[in-house]
């Protein structure tokens, strides 16, 4: 039995910050899907050879297993804007000066991504080539990004299927990803405070809502982590990279699919036999959370690193609320919000739970973040937070906690 009068852990302070501050209520987090009939990615596209293809969700045809204009899930405005622009290789090669390295955007394990600039329109854009083995992948990447529109998800322009060539081009994202801020920030730029630190992980949870909870099937993303995530003006984050995405199960919590992932990402049950869920996305975020906490890489493997995984590294931490501020990103110099703080942690502790069933639905995740820390911001030199919000009350040989930040109900 557990001491009462024992710090909390973060799952316990997580669970005590679930309440939104109106103090209304929200269901437990158990997923219980409700979808249209069952397709893997791999199945949606079997037979797709050509991009002729493509025509077929400009007509609105029923391609995910809901009509595109009757679906709610496809855009969070209740209109479906599936109609994207077709690029020949010629317009794209100009657009990059001939994919040029100095407009060398950033490098992955599907091709590269170069800026450039349309000749028509003058529009600055991102563009993506694929490598010529990944044609499941571009079309995955199309079709995805041609049927999902969030404020949280990267725009798509168009796409070129011309001969080999495959590429498709999104907006342009001009603060870079969000690995460059935590990982890779030139000297002579400011690192990210507490404030759009938060501002960014609720940004990435609302995306990750969308995909799970507003479309029917809802979308895993499986590519969730830093270097997906992109910031445009004000710091807003947005998802890209959707060629490995698949969609959901039908009758079941997970689906098997062949392992592909970044090292320190993956979620065990993932990495062990494949398994993947919706709550494989929550561990993914969990990961990522800890990343914009701690300012440390995913995965390590430099001789200084004190452990290669970031998650090995903080477990024995998640224990422990007097030893939870040893995780800030020393670059902060410590400018965060103590209590909000300790809800960032928690979120993600509860995130990166083992068992796939203990960690929330990311409706939870979306509300903890919104409600209880985005609303607590760092204030340089505040006074200090009269007691009460954070209080222990001791009754005979029990504890209440107040962990949440609402004032709790009055007792008849």
């Known amino acids: 039995m557990r001491d009462l009068f024992a710090p909390l852990t973060s799952v316990e302070i997580y669970q005590g910050c679930r309440t939104p501050s109106d103090g209304s209520e929200f269901s437990e987090s158990s997923w219980e899907p409700t979808l249209s009939p069952s397709s893997s990615a791999r199945e949606i596209y079997e037979g797709l050879r050509t991009p002729d293809w493509l025509q077929l969700s400009q007509r609105s045809v029923d391609i995910v297993g809901v009509p595109v204009e009757k679906s709610e899930g496809i855009s969070p405005h209740g209109s479906a804007r599936s109609v994207f622009r077709t690029f020949t290789f010629r317009e794209l090669v100009a657009a990059s000066n001939n994919f040029a390295d100095d407009r060398l955007l950033g490098r992955g394990g599907f091709g590269r991504v170069y800026k450039g600039r349309l000749k028509i329109t003058k529009q600055v854009v991102a563009i993506k080539q694929f490598i010529n083995e990944e044609k499941l992948v571009f079309l995955v990447e199309v079709l995805m990004h041609g049927l999902l529109h969030h404020p949280h998800i990267v725009e798509f322009i168009g796409y070129c299927a011309d001969g080999n060539q495959m590429l498709v081009v999104h907006e342009y994202m001009p603060f870079g990803s969000l690995e460059d801020h935590l990982h890779d920030l030139p000297s002579g730029k ?13 940004g990435v949870a609302k995306g990750l809502e969308f995909l799970h909870d507003k479309t029917n099937p809802p979308v895993i993303f499986r590519a969730l982590k830093s270097s997906n995530i992109l910031l445009g003006e004000d710091y807003n984050p947005k998802l ?173």
């Open 190 to 202: 400011n690192h990210l405070d507490w404030n759009t630190r938060m501002k960014i992980a609720a």
């Open 240 to 412: 890209s990279d959707f060629g490995i995405a698949t969609l959901g199960p039908i009758g079941a919590r997970s689906v098997s699919r062949r392992v592909i992932g970044t090292q320190g990402y993956c979620a065990p049950e993932y990495l062990l036999s494949g398994e993947l869920s919706l709550k494989s996305d929550i561990y993914n975020f969990g990961v990522v959370l800890l990343e914009i906490i701690t300012g440390r890489k995913a995965f390590d493997n430099s001789e200084d690193a004190v452990a290669p995984s970031l998650v090995a590294w903080a477990r024995p931490l998640f224990e422990d609320q007097r030893r939870l501020e040893q995780m800030a990103d020393p670059v902060l110099q410590g400018q965060y919000p103590k209590k909000g703080f300790l809800q960032a942690v928690a979120v993600a502790a509860v995130c990166l739970q083992e068992q796939p069933a203990a960690r929330p639905a990311i409706a939870d995740v979306v509300t903890a973040l919104t409600y209880n820390i985005a609303s607590q911001p760092y204030i340089p030199h505040a006074l200090p937070p009269v007691q009460g919000s954070h209080l222990a009350r001791i009754t005979g040989r029990k504890i209440m906690f107040w962990k949440g930040l609402t004032k709790p109900k009055e007792r008849n």
